[in-house]
């Protein structure tokens, strides 16, 4: 397995053992190359974790220094028919989960990675609201690393 796909991994594991729930549920953290899911499907919570970037960069002369980019993709279809109000409080607990997460991934280092930083962009994806009443939103967690060659 690459080294993107085993820190991905990681970061699932890592995810799992966090109990984090959302509307009484534990979520469920699946690692995915490409989430391809209907907007049907998304009437249940999906969060997905893939990697996004590798950029190998030199430290020294001697050392060379990966930094990778995970994404944490979140993405629920609002309820059907709700209202105003419940679309708000439902639209709130899902930021909450975003930062929930975001909280639980900051300062971690994976599989001999350490933490760079950790960004939410977009926190909603207006687009998919607007469109598909669908909540998108994207945790991106930086990690680097330094190998000796």
Known sequence: MSQAASIAQAVVSHLELSNITFDSEFVNFQRSWLPDVSVEDLAELKVFVTPRTQTTTMMTRRSLSDILQIDILIQKKLEQGASESEALNELDNLVDLVETIRNYVSGQDYLGTFFKSV????????????????????????????QPF
């Open 119 to 146: 960004s939410v962009e977009p926190l909603v994806a207006q687009e998919h609201l607007e469109s598909m009443r669908v909540f998108t939103s994207v945790v991106t967690l930086t990690l680097q690393d330094q």
